[in-house]
């Protein structure tokens, strides 16, 4: 029996310089739903695992491609949020994802 070509590993589009990369090289940020004085509220987070529920924006593992992705307001539109969404603790694990410390 011939030896079968391994499949192509999934490829998935940056929101933040809108480059394709395959998966295992972006990280999956999701958005998840949290209560601050008994209001709901939005907020991204990184799911390192791709195991959380929902839609989901890749990023690399960059703080460039998190700024670009800020500024274009692109992890909302990606996410399909119309409100705010709260990204300050992607910008925290993102700092200890590339080792860095978070500049206050």
């Known amino acids: 029996m011939a030896d079968r070509p391994s499949a192509p590993s999934p490829v998935r589009m940056c929101v933040g310089c809108r480059t394709r990369a395959p998966q295992s090289d972006v990280v999956r940020v999701v958005a998840r739903l949290r209560e601050v004085d008994g209001s709901p509220e939005w907020f991204a987070s990184l799911d ?57």
């Not at 890749?58 to 909302?76: D, G, K, N």
């Not at 990204?87 to 694990?93: D, K, M, P």
């Open 48 to 104: 390192p695992d791709r195991r959380l529920p929902g839609r989901g924006a890749y990023l690399h593992r960059s703080l460039t491609c998190l700024e670009l992705a800020e500024r274009r307001r692109a992890l909302p539109r990606a996410l399909r949020l119309g409100g705010g969404l709260d990204v300050s603790a992607v910008r925290v694990e993102m700092h200890e994802l590339v080792g860095q410390q978070p500049q206050e």
